[in-house]
C-alpha cells in the first residue's frame, strides 16, 4: 500500500476555504469544500459546493483530470442523453453488471464512445504541457491562458512563504504554458503563399 490518506474526508465545510464561489460553472453556492484536482495533483484543490464536492467525488475516477467546465458539460451532455450517467468509476471493480458483458449491440462500446468521444490527437510534444496544467485536448488559447493565471497564482512563491518547491512547479507551469500558447497562436500568414 502505497496510498497514504491522512483522514476520511469529512463533510464538513473546510475552515481553509477561501471563501470563493463554487469552482463549478454556474454555481453561485459558496466553495467550501476542497476536492483534489487529480492523483498526480493531491495539493491542488477545487472548492466546491456540498452538492458538487459529493458529486465530484463519486466520480473522481470518472472525471479525474477534468477541470469543472468540462465536467459541468458532461453533466449535460448525460442529462442530453436523457439517462442517468453510469458510476464509471464502480465498471472497473467487481460491480459490473452481467447483463454488461452481454453486449451485442455494442452498447458498452457507444457508451465508451460517449465518455471518450474521438478528439483530434494530441500533438506529442504537448502532452507534458497538458498534463502539467491538468488540461485536455483540444484547448483554446484562452483555456489555457486561463488555467495557467490559475495555477501561478496558487504557486506563486509569495503565495507560498518563499518556498523553492513553489518556484519550480511556477517554472514548470509557465513552460508547459508556454508551450501551449505558441501552438494555439495562430501563425502570421506568410505573404507568398
Ligand atoms: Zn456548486
Redesign the pocket.
Known amino acids: 500500500m502505497t496510498r497514504r490518506t491522512s483522514k476520511v474526508r469529512a463533510y464538513a465545510p473546510d475552515p481553509g476555504a477561501p471563501g470563493r464561489?463554487?469552482?463549478?460553472p454556474e454555481?453561485?453556492?459558496a466553495?467550501e469544500y476542497r476536492a483534489p484536482k487529480s492523483r498526480t495533483q493531491l495539493n491542488d484543490y477545487y472548492w466546491?459546493?456540498?452538492?458538487?464536492?459529493r458529486e465530484y467525488n463519486s466520480r473522481w475516477d470518472y472525471y479525474k483530470g477534468m477541470t469543472p467546465g468540462e465536467i459541468e458539460a458532461n453533466l449535460r451532455a448525460d442529462m442530453s442523453w436523457g439517462r442517468p450517467s453510469w458510476p464509471l468509476g464502480r465498471l472497473g471493480s467487481a460491480m459490473i453488471d452481467e447483463s454488461m458483458l452481454h453486449d451485442p449491440l455494442d452498447v458498452l462500446g457507444a457508451g465508451g464512445a460517449r465518455r471518450a468521444p474521438a478528439q483530434p490527437s494530441v500533438p506529442p510534444e504537448l502532452l507534458e504541457p497538458l498534463a502539467v496544467l491538468s488540461l485536455t485536448w483540444p484547448v483554446s488559447l484562452d483555456a489555457a491562458k486561463s488555467r495557467w493565471k490559475e495555477l501561478a497564482k496558487q504557486h506563486h512563491p509569495d503565495a507560498n512563504g518563499g518556498d523553492r518547491g513553489a518556484e519550480e512547479r511556477l517554472k514548470t507551469i509557465t513552460l508547459a504554458y508556454a508551450a501551449l500558447r505558441d501552438k494555439l497562436t495562430p501563425e502570421p500568414r506568410e505573404a507568398a503563399q
Request: hydrophobic share 35%.
Open positions: 464561489a463554487c469552482d463549478m454555481c453561485d453556492c466553495g466546491f459546493c456540498l452538492e458538487h464536492v
